[in-house]
Every structure is written in structure tokens, then in C-alpha cells.
């Protein structure tokens, strides 16, 4: 086996792997099912197509006979129990429903699962808000991770030796793959094509799907809401003063001294509190308020710009982009077709 880039690139097929596909109690995101097998289905076909052996058997496995979805309107009978499956090489876990302690306590068995299927040489893909299940087996532990954005408040809070990091779309680290929300999940997919068939394959795959390839991050799509959650009066006392003054430029020795707490201590405090600094804090609340002008008004980048307290058209774009993943024309010409055409 040849690895360039990170790709696996397999100078012959000796035997076919095994893909499985979980279908945990409780979770209600079909697509992801449907999703995964489809591309990989489709992959093994072109394989086969091109005079190739088709890479995988694909088994959908779990610990029942039936899972409903959808208040039953759809229901998914998977092909074998997970603990007939002795050893597989490709686990996917599809994202799950938003009761999450629920759905980990109703699927331990699975989650030991993975934990053994992991030590036996399997590697693991989770999709979307899947990661809750793999990172109760402890094997997200000490490492980068994914998940949607929405979710990230109840991740870390479930899982604090996990390092979150939603900005990436996907996550590839020691056999475990993670992705962030929703139907990111199809770059996620497309991205196993490729490492475990090759480039060729995944762009016919995204092709036949339409799925745009090497997307890497998140950021455009995520809305910004500061956790409050933490029951420090005085670090929401300073997110509110941050929220309410978006047009100032808040010295942050300022807002310690407000609150009567010296700098170090302010800035501990506002860091366990929320997960930002106090300078990151107010950054993402005035980009997030950048975002919103730029989506539903005709107004130019300078006047937002300095409706949110910036003066420096290079420093906003900076943040900008560190923050969005793209520059701010470039956001308002996805996000408001009615700007450009006015």
C-alpha cells in the first residue's frame, strides 16, 4: 500500500473489506444512512465498471431488527446484528437526534462496540452529531473532532478531554474520521471514497452526486450564539456589555476594571465560562452582527464595517475571513442575491 497525501492508494485488491454502516437506537437522521451506502454502493459499481473487484461488502448492522424514524412514517431494518459482525474495516455512524445523554444510554452495547471494533483495527467515521456515540466509547479522548456547530455546547460539556473544533468540516486522526453537520456529511463521505479507493473514483462519485469536493471547513454556516449557560454573573454581565455596545472598540482592561476583576483573573473566568477569550468573544458577536447586515441589507462593506466597531478595513477582513472562512464580498454574494442585483 502507497500513501500520498493521506490517500491510500491501493496498487491491487486482495480481498474485499467491510464496510458497516450502524443504525444506533434512537437516532432519527435517515439520510446519512441512505447517504453513505448510495455513494459507496455507487463507488463499488464504477470499480467494478472499470474491470476492478468491488472494494467493499456493505452491511447495514445494529441492535435491533427495526428502528423507526420519523414518528414511523420511514423504518430501517438493518441486515445483521452489530455482534454478529467479528471484524469489520470501515465503521459509519450517522448522526443521531437531539436527546443525546438519551441516545447514548440506549446504545452502550454499540458503543462497546466500536470501542473493540477500534481495537481490532477498524477505522471510525462519524457524521454529524454521530460523534456523541464515538466519543462515549473514550476513543475521541485527546483528540480533534468535529460535529455540527449547533450541537458544540452539549459536546463539550459531555466531553471535556475531547479538543472541538468546528470550524472543520472534517476531521482525520488515527482511523477516526469525524465531520460537522447536517449534509456535510456527503463531503465527508466522498473523502473516504478517495482515501480508500482513490481520486478517480471520487470524482466520478461526486459528480454522479453533485457534491462539491475538498470542501474543508464550516465556518460560513455557523451562527454565532455566546454560551451563557455557565452561572458566572459577572462573565454574563460582560458578554451582555460586549452585545449591547457593538459599535465601540471595548478595551478589554476596560471591561475587567468595570467589573472590578483584574485582567488575568477576567480573562480566566471569561475563558471557562465560554470557551472564547474576551477579545475572541467580542470578535465573533461582531461578526456574527456583520453577517446578518450583509445577508438582509444593501448596505456596503465599510458601512457594516463600522456599524460594529471596526476602522481598519484590513483588520475586519482578517477577522472576517479567519472567522467565515471567505472575505466579506465574498459572503454577502452567497448569502444576498438582492444586494448584488440592486
Given at each position: 500500500?502507497?500513501?500520498?497525501?493521506?490517500?491510500?492508494?491501493?496498487?491491487?485488491?486482495?480481498?474485499?473489506?467491510?464496510?458497516?454502516?450502524?443504525?444506533?437506537?434512537?437516532?432519527?437522521?435517515l439520510s446519512s444512512i441512505v447517504g453513505a451506502y448510495k455513494i459507496f454502493s455507487r463507488a463499488n459499481e464504477y470499480w467494478e465498471k472499470i474491470g476492478k473487484k468491488a472494494l467493499f461488502k456493505i452491511e447495514l448492522a445494529g441492535i435491533s431488527k427495526r428502528v423507526e424514524f420519523y414518528d414511523g412514517l420511514f423504518t430501517v431494518n438493518p441486515q445483521t446484528h452489530i455482534t454478529s459482525i467479528k471484524k469489520t474495516h470501515l465503521i459509519i455512524i450517522p448522526s443521531l437526534n437531539h436527546?443525546?445523554?438519551?441516545?447514548?444510554?440506549?446504545?452502550?452495547?454499540?458503543?462497546?462496540?466500536?470501542?473493540?471494533?477500534?481495537?481490532?483495527?477498524?477505522?471510525?467515521?462519524s457524521i454529524c452529531t454521530g460523534a456523541f456515540l464515538l466519543a462515549s466509547s473514550g476513543l475521541l479522548d485527546g483528540k480533534t473532532c468535529s460535529t455540527h456547530w449547533s450541537a458544540a455546547e452539549d459536546f463539550r460539556k459531555m466531553f471535556p478531554k475531547v479538543h472541538l473544533e468546528t470550524d472543520h468540516l472534517i476531521t482525520d486522526e488515527k482511523g477516526i474520521y469525524t465531520n460537522g453537520g447536517a449534509y456535510s456529511f456527503l463531503n465527508l463521505i466522498i473523502y473516504l471514497v478517495e482515501k480508500y479507493f482513490d481520486r478517480q473514483t471520487a470524482i466520478y462519485c461526486s459528480k454522479v452526486f453533485q457534491i462539491e469536493m475538498d470542501r474543508d471547513r464550516q465556518s460560513a454556516f455557523i451562527i454565532f450564539k455566546g454560551q451563557k449557560l455557565h452561572g458566572d454573573e459577572m462573565v454574563k454581565k460582560a458578554q451582555d456589555y460586549i452585545e449591547t455596545n457593538l459599535a465601540e472598540k471595548i478595551s478589554m482592561e476596560y471591561l475587567s476594571s468595570k467589573f472590578a476583576v483584574g485582567r488575568r483573573n477576567f480573562d480566566r473566568r471569561f475563558i471557562k465560562a465560554t470557551g472564547n477569550t474576551p477579545v475572541e468573544y467580542s470578535q465573533r458577536v461582531k461578526i456574527e452582527s456583520a453577517k446578518k447586515a450583509l445577508e438582509s441589507s444593501r448596505k456596503t462593506v465599510n458601512e457594516v464595517m463600522y456599524e460594529v466597531g471596526y476602522s481598519d478595513v484590513k483588520a475586519f477582513r482578517e477577522v472576517f475571513r479567519r472567522i467565515t472562512g471567505m472575505s466579506p464580498l465574498e459572503y454577502r454574494s452567497r448569502y444576498n442575491k438582492e444586494a448584488l442585483i440592486n
Open positions: 500500500m502507497i500513501w500520498t497525501a493521506g490517500i491510500a492508494i491501493f496498487a491491487q485488491t486482495i480481498f474485499v473489506k467491510h464496510l458497516t454502516i450502524v443504525v444506533p437506537e434512537g437516532q432519527n437522521n436527546n443525546y445523554e438519551k441516545a447514548v444510554s440506549g446504545n452502550k452495547l454499540l458503543i462497546e462496540w466500536l470501542d473493540n471494533q477500534y481495537k481490532n483495527g477498524a477505522e471510525i467515521a
